[in-house]
């Protein structure tokens, strides 16, 4: 909804076909919890774009203002 109102209609389409999972995919998403760390955040519909040796998965990283030298 945020990218269709501030005039991105093609990249909202783009993650709305994205959102369309197989089970791969949500294997992919499932796997993310046991990753080293885990400091980040998933939504509930990330983003997944499967390749031949694994996938991307979309995922909020956390950045502090300090380390990003923002006052």
């Not at 993650?15 to 885990?38: M, V």
């Amino acid at each position: 909804d945020a990218l269709l109102s501030s005039g991105h209609e093609e990249l909202a389409n783009m993650l709305a076909t994205k959102a369309q999972r197989t089970r791969i995919e949500f294997q992919f998403i499932e796997a993310l919890p046991r990753l080293d760390g885990n400091v980040f955040s998933v939504d509930e519909q990330p983003v997944v774009s499967v390749s031949e040796n694994g996938a991307y998965v979309m995922v909020w990283h956390w950045v502090p203002n300090e380390d990003a030298d923002i006052k």
